[in-house]
């Protein structure tokens, strides 16, 4: 097929009356096409505008045509149609959706949830707005030890039912894959459970889940009693629940909150290298509250992704820089680690900055957005509300944002082969606004905007 534009896919061999689907009548597609995005190629979403071709329903109007569940081909309408007749593909086997003058854009890849908990935590707003820190409130035996002992008394039913209940919520924000984190067990069989569930959970789908290993994620109350508590917590970590979570066979990712107070640069190293030593991949929770070495660790080790990031080390910048600078030196070389920023923590916990996103893509450092959805410090599952508070907290501009939220959250999961952009061949994951342009989705703050959100090619929310 060289000489075409398009890359049509399965040779039109489908049984199914319809196999095929066409979005037509879009103001606007955005593909984010073309991989990772860095610097300033972070604001370069690939916006192909109906307007400066006379409009949604002009014939160069730019439409989408899926196949089985794959992206076949994004371009200009009657081209696009007469190509897909000339290559085996008869129109009559193409469902049409109208997006009635939205913008269509890749399905949200939302790269950092705690997805599976029990129990809520709205009493510690209190504490907080009267000055208690979230060190002092774990201090305290509440924070995140309160969600532990609830989850830890939760059955697997009950967690996906809750899983369920907000896997919902974030697909009609227009979400289509998530990464979704354990670690509020604690324990190796709680820890096994709540991995197990985001796995059946994305198998029940529509909503693809990679599961993460959180395992240290604090230190459980069993083990704070005692004088070493944190280090013989680390041990426990390394000797029994690695060695568990790797035969269970789920966990894609191991992760580590690397923090003063926490676990130490040091304890998470030995953690995420034994969690290499079995073949996951690494991302960590760094330099949250304190610089503390995690943006080095992370860009030493190779994770995939370092996440929250709002107080990270010139040090650390650079050593993310450096991560960047190499892998785009090298297509073949290490993967860049993709700064994963969480701004509706850093907005719900009431401080007084975010993280440094502007800085992370002056260094050419790519960025992704996440909810960062968990009970205690972000309980938002809306990642268009995240682009919002990033766009208001951190300076990112919408197109900077989308680009966040889809290629390269896509990348900081793994997935950039799969998800993050409308590409043939990928995944036929769309969605269907129900405004004119992308900009708009973090210019109307907690609207509903996802009109058609498609998965694999199929329909999944329709509010048309
Ligand atoms: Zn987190």
């Known amino acids: 097929m060289s000489g075409s534009p398009f890359r049509l896919i399965h040779g039109g061999r489908s049984e ?44 160069d109007a730019p439409v989408v045509a899926c196949w089985e569940g794959r992206i076949a081909a994004v371009g200009p309408r009657a081209a696009l149609e007469a190509a897909l007749e000339a290559e085996g593909y008869p129109l009559g086997r193409f469902a049409r959706i109208d997006a009635g003058g939205g913008t269509v854009t890749p399905g949200l890849v939302d790269p950092h949830t705690h997805l599976l908990f029990a129990g ?161 991949q690494l991302r960590l929770h760094a330099d949250e509250l304190a610089p503390s070495g995690g943006a080095e660790l992370a860009a ?37 680690v993709v700064a994963t920023v969480l701004p509706a923590t850093t907005w719900f916990l009431m401080k007084d900055h975010g993280a440094p996103a502007r800085a992370f893509i002056d260094n050419g450092i790519p960025v992704a957005l996440g909810t960062d959805f968990n009970p205690g410090t972000s309980p938002t599952a809306s990642l268009p509300l995240a682009m919002t508070v990033a766009c208001l907290e951190l300076g990112l501009t919408p197109d900077e944002a989308l680009t966040a939220v889809t290629a390269n959250a896509a990348w900081s999961i793994g997935l950039e082969e799969e998800v993050g952009s409308l590409e043939p061949g990928k995944s036929a994951d769309l969605v269907i606004w129900r405004v004119p342009t992308s900009t708009q989705i973090p210019y109307w703050p907690a609207a509903d905007l996802a009109r058609t959100v498609i998965k694999r090619g199929r329909v999944v929310v329709d509010r048309g």
């Open 16 to 59: 199914e009356p319809t196999p095929g689907l066409l979005i037509v009548g879009a103001s606007e597609v955005v593909t984010v096409a073309g991989g990772i995005r860095a610097g300033e190629r972070q604001s370069d979403v690939g916006r192909l505008s109906a307007a400066e071709v006379g409009g949604p329903d002009a014939p």
């Open 120 to 280: 809520s935590r709205e009493d510690e707003w209190g504490m907080r707005q009267r000055g208690a820190g979230y060190l002092e409130i774990l201090e305290a035996g509440g924070g995140i030890l309160s969600t532990v002992a609830a989850t830890r008394a939760a059955s697997v039913d009950e967690l996906m039912a809750h899983g369920r209940r907000w896997l919902d919520e974030m697909l009609g924000h227009g979400v289509t894959t998530i990464e979704a984190k354990s670690g509020y067990g604690l324990d190796l069989e709680t820890e096994i459970r709540l991995l197990e569930a985001a796995h059946r959970l994305g198998k029940e789908g529509p909503i693809d889940i990679v599961p993460t290993y959180l395992g240290a994620h604090a230190v459980p109350p069993e083990f704070r009693s005692r004088p070493d508590g944190t280090e013989a917590y680390v041990r426990s970590v390394i000797e029994e629940q690695l060695p568990g979570v790797a035969a269970h066979g789920r966990a894609r990712f191991c992760d580590v909150f690397c923090e003063g107070g926490v676990f130490s640069a040091d304890q998470s190293r030995r953690i995420l290298e034994t969690a290499a030593g079995f073949g996951m």
């Open 300 to 336: 030493e080790l190779g994770a995939y992704s370092a996440d929250h990031l709002a107080t990270p080390s010139p040090a650390g910048i650079e050593a993310l820089a450096g991560a960047a600078a190499a892998a785009a030196a090298s297509p073949d070389g290490p993967r860049p």
